[in-house]
């Protein structure tokens, strides 16, 4: 049995938080300290278009992986295996905009830019115990994609062995026990041997799932220039299921947190780089995670 502890990483924004250069900045401080460290991140998304360079990758892998995780094994030089440190990664593409000029709809082309179940084209799952992974395609979105974009999201598809499914289904079956089951049977691989594992939830969600809550010891909530402290998990783990009973799937994010309960305290963030630069603020918060 690990004793490992958890720290749970969340991001107050939907995009561009900092979550992730936070989560190796702090894990690469606590490498330092001599403690060992594994990264977690349960659900992932990246964007074709945004993130070219990790569909790229994706190409050369033969399997669906997001940038947060080419990034842990990049900068923290972490063996495990990619498909445990992350088991679920989405590909998003955006539609064609040539569609919306031509009907002079550019406000529901926008909106469609934010809603990111209409931009899921491509899905992987891995099953942790028995090493196994899946894809998934979703043709009805990638027929709303621009041709030249459609070739090449038909070509990985065709490379990964992608089986047809709806988008709707899939992220259904996301919400249901037997994948946070098989969620936690990646963290409890990623624990053993291990001091801490880092959680990086998804998006601007308090948490991926909310039974990792009992679990989680510390929770960091990045924003620009600042990170937010929780230390009772019991007392979060409250307020986010009574934001859930009222706000339904809002309550899961992270300013409803913030907005219901105040953090224990509140450091100052210097801006991230790829050199990831040290920063004081790790040592605070490794004095926090090993007191």
């Known amino acids: 049995m690990s004793n490992a502890s958890i720290a749970l990483v969340s991001g107050l924004l939907t995009y561009d938080s900092g979550k992730t250069w936070f989560v190796i900045g702090l894990a690469k401080s606590i490498v330092e300290k001599g403690y060992s460290v594994a990264v977690f991140k349960p659900i992932a998304g990246h964007n074709l278009w945004s993130q070219y360079k990790t569909f790229q ?122 994948v946070e089951e098989n969620i936690d049977k990646c963290l409890s691989k990623l624990m053993q041997g291990k001091n801490l594992v880092i959680v990086e939830s998804f998006n601007d969600a308090i948490t991926p799932y909310i039974r990792l809550l009992d679990k989680v010891a510390n929770i960091f909530v990045v924003m620009p220039t600042a990170v937010a402290i929780y230390s009772d998990i019991v007392k979060v783990k409250n307020v986010v299921i009574e934001n859930v009973k009222r706000f339904g799937e809002l309550g899961l994010k992270a300013y409803n947190l913030l907005q219901h309960l105040p953090p224990d305290n509140v450091m100052g963030l210097m801006p991230r780089t790829s050199e990831i630069e040290y920063d004081t603020v790790f040592e605070e918060l490794i004095k926090i995670l090993f007191s």
């Open 57 to 178: 990758y994706s190409v050369k892998a033969r399997m669906l992986l997001g940038e947060d995780v080419g990034k842990y094994i990049s900068y923290l030089k972490l063996n495990d295996q990619p498909q445990i440190m992350n088991p679920i990664d989405i590909l998003l593409a955006p539609p064609d905009p040539a569609r919306y000029i031509s009907n002079r709809d550019l406000i529901s082309y926008l909106e469609d830019l934010e809603n990111q179940f209409k931009q899921m084209v491509l899905a992987r799952y891995s099953d942790c115990e028995h090493g196994t992974s899946k894809h998934y395609v979703f043709r009805s979105n990638i027929a709303k994609l621009p041709p030249h974009i459609q070739r090449i999201v038909e070509k990985l598809s065709f490379s990964v062995e992608a089986e047809d499914a709806s988008a709707e289904d899939f992220i259904a079956r996301l919400r249901s026990a037997s």
